[in-house]
């Protein structure tokens, strides 16, 4: 998603809708611009879930013809996605909020290849480079014997022309190496058959554990000398 602001410069339109979230009981207002915040866990993270499509679709607004197909995908599978995690967190469930879960993943299953190009990692990126600037090197290199019988529009014409079919190939090696195969994106496929089986995912949290686990074990750890420091956290506690 914030290559997709980026790439269409809508940044300032969703920091600003992002700061402009009006305090509301039971929902914590975020208190930086969205690209200050340098990691979201936790209650921070159940909070952007509530309201980043609200803010996405504000950040999309005043958009003209062109722009305008290329957010109405993304903005359907963000809210796919946002209404199958608050689905997913309910209490309780029956046979059609299963329903409604699995149909949610497929809309946003439909959907996600609008965000493929934006998850191009360096080392993904260096390949098509590569092959771009050979690509150059060599048509530099080649005669311009046939270049210089046409006028001075007609090479501009074709200097674009060379210019849009590599940025073009370049885009295409990129697609085709972007894939979304990864353990996380693989879980979502079993929140409905986990749900039917052992009942609410909220039960299942590890929300307290990490929280313990801040408070028993790195607090204790600050505290010791760092010298055989499982013993002293574990004698802080038994005293």
């Known amino acids: 998603m914030e290559g997709l602001l980026k790439k269409h410069k809508r940044q300032q339109a969703f920091d600003d809708a992002w700061n402009a979230i009006p305090p509301y009981p039971g929902l914590s207002v975020p208190k930086k611009a969205y690209r200050e915040v340098t990691q979201l866990q936790g209650k921070p993270m159940r909070?952007?879930?509530r309201w980043?499509?609200?803010?996405?679709?504000s950040a999309s607004r005043n958009l003209d013809s062109s722009q305008y197909h290329n957010y109405k995908s993304p903005l359907k599978c963000v809210s796919a996605l946002v209404d199958l995690s608050l689905v997913a967190q309910?209490?309780?469930n029956t046979p059609?909020?299963?329903v409604y879960m699995e149909r949610y993943l497929q809309i946003f299953h439909r959907t996600k290849d609008i965000f493929l190009e934006y998850r191009t990692s360096k080392a993904r990126r260096a390949e098509p480079n590569c092959q771009?600037?050979?690509?150059r090197e060599l048509r530099a290199n080649q005669p311009a014997n046939k270049a210089r019988h046409n006028t001075a529009a007609k090479r501009r014409r074709l200097v674009d022309q060379e210019r849009l079919e590599r940025a073009n190939e370049q885009a295409h090696l990129i697609w085709r190496e972007n894939d979304f195969n990864f353990i996380k994106m693989h879980y979502l496929s079993h929140?409905?058959?986990c749900v039917g089986h052992f009942g609410s995912i909220s039960m299942y949290s590890t929300e307290i554990g990490e929280l313990a686990h801040e408070k028993q074990i790195k607090d204790g750890y600050r505290r010791s000398n760092k010298n055989q420091a499982a013993r002293q956290i574990l004698s802080q506690y038994g005293h």
């Open 47 to 49: 909070n952007l879930v």
């Open 52 to 57: 980043i499509s609200a803010v996405l679709a």
């Open 90 to 92: 309910y209490r309780s």
């Open 96 to 98: 059609d909020i299963l």
């Open 132 to 135: 771009d600037r050979d690509l």
């Open 191 to 193: 929140f409905a058959s």
